[in-house]
């Protein structure tokens, strides 16, 4: 098929590559002339594992374009994606000006017989109004289809790949069955294909992560209590884990959710809930919790250094919201590196891929180690906000011989309470009891 994918952020050059990967004729679109001229010569402006390789595979093999003309992309496209951008708005909900003025620019370029397919993630309504727009904007009726994404970043070409199942929202069968298609080289493995009314799939994609983020702001929740009364949240975890209706996805306590869908598809469900005149009690939980979860490691510190960071050194692992990726999009780490810059502490800072990020806000602020052993030369103690895996198993005899005290403030729960008691170390952890040297 010949498809047009407009926008190449995140969402949109994953799915137009691995649309194109499966044989498709793909011309993806942006405004950003930088950065399709990036795109153009092989450079890819976002980390994800596999990616690149995929853009260079097909770009070479002429399944896969880039450019910034709109008209052309659209003109002879069977389905045109709409992978723009929605970022929450000053109300808390989803902003969908860049979505319309695509939705404008691209009617009277759409062929008769084209869908437009929107992938971005959008409030229920959108795909009604997108089709009363381009009614009026045409002067016909098309076709507009709902495919929202369950994309994780650091597993998205794996999810598109081999994906849990696939939602579309449709007014005409015959598009759900072109889209089918379009799918079927993905769902070979007998994963559902769902089709549902527009307003279904736009709701699911928002009730999908806010049920998500619940699990991790409940499993938070929790953590915080059993260190208070004794316990530890590991033992606990495993306890309701192991009941089938409840299962371990997602339980694992730590400094919070942040990154591009969480915060702001809560927020932007909270904000459907209150344009329906009902009180989204449960989602503002979900969101206050998550904001003072991310303070966790700082509230742990302050209490250690009884408030005095000024003057003090620390080494900051991990930037990113999570690991396998770039992002930092209400990362927590940026939470606890505002509070102690504010505060008059130095900071030694590591992670492998979100760094240049990091750089571009804080510029010379912060001091940038290509090694995360680099960062513990001189700290007084080391902060661990994201659990990548090179963090898991570092030498701790040479972790300890680097700080100049052997002090760890865990965000991840990545080590042993036993053997970090039997090393000497000050260990504080999440939901867990801390172990004093």
Not at 50 to 73: I, P
Not at 94 to 107: C, H, I, R, T
């Amino acid at each position: 098929m010949k498809i047009a994918m407009v926008g190449t952020g995140y969402v949109g050059l994953v799915t137009g590559t691995c649309f194109a990967d499966s044989g498709n004729r793909v011309t993806c679109v942006d405004i950003n002339a930088a950065k399709i001229a990036d795109l153009n010569a092989g450079k890819i402006p976002i980390y994800e594992p596999g990616l690149e390789e995929l853009v260079v595979r097909n770009s070479e093999a002429g399944r896969l374009k880039f450019t910034t003309d709109l008209a052309a992309a659209v003109k002879d496209a069977e389905l045109v994606y709409l992978g723009v951008g929605t970022p929450q708005g000053d109300d808390g909900a989803a902003d969908l000006s860049a979505l319309w003025a695509v939705v404008d620019g691209l009617a009277p370029h759409l062929k008769p017989d084209a869908a437009v397919v929107i992938k971005s993630t959008v409030p229920v309504g959108t795909n009604a109004e997108t089709f009363a727009r381009l009614r009026e904007k045409t002067g016909r009726d098309c076709h507009v289809a709902s495919n929202p994404e369950f994309l994780k970043e650091g597993a998205a070409i794996d999810d598109f790949m081999k994906p849990d199942r696939v939602v579309v929202g449709v007014r005409d069968p015959q598009v759900g069955e072109k889209l089918r298609l379009l799918y079927a080289p993905f769902l070979r493995t007998e994963k559902p294909f769902l089709v549902m009314s527009p307003e279904s799939a736009e709701l699911t994609k928002y009730v999908a992560n806010a049920m998500l983020a619940t699990k991790i702001s409940f499993i938070n929740t929790m953590a915080n209590l059993t260190e208070k009364l004794g316990g530890d949240i590991n033992d606990v975890r495993r306890g309701i884990g192991h009941d089938s209706r409840i299962g371990f996805a997602f339980l694992f306590p730590g400094v919070g959710y942040g990154g591009s869908c969480f915060p702001k598809d809560v927020r932007a469900l909270e904000a459907m809930f209150e344009r329906a005149g009902i009180d989204p009690v449960m989602l503002k939980a979900v969101d206050v919790i998550n904001e003072a979860q991310k303070r966790t490691l700082l509230d742990k510190m302050t209490e250690f250094y009884e408030g005095q960071f000024a003057g003090k050194t620390f080494a900051i692992w991990g930037l990113a919201f999570k690991p396998r990726t770039d992002d930092i999009r209400e990362a927590p780490a940026l939470v606890l590196i505002d509070n102690l810059l504010a505060a008059g502490a130095k900071l030694r800072v590591h992670d492998p891929e979100a760094a240049d990020n990091v750089r571009a806000i804080y510029g010379d602020k912060l001091t940038y180690c290509d090694q995360p052993l680099e960062t513990l030369d001189g700290a007084d103690a080391l902060a661990i906000n994201t659990e990548w895996a090179e963090f898991r198993q570092p030498d701790m005899n040479d972790v300890k011989r680097r700080l100049n005290a052997p002090v760890i403030f865990d965000g991840r729960n990545l080590y042993d309470r036993g053997l970090m008691q039997e090393l000497g170390f000050t260990y504080y952890s999440i939901g867990r009891q801390t172990v004093r040297s």
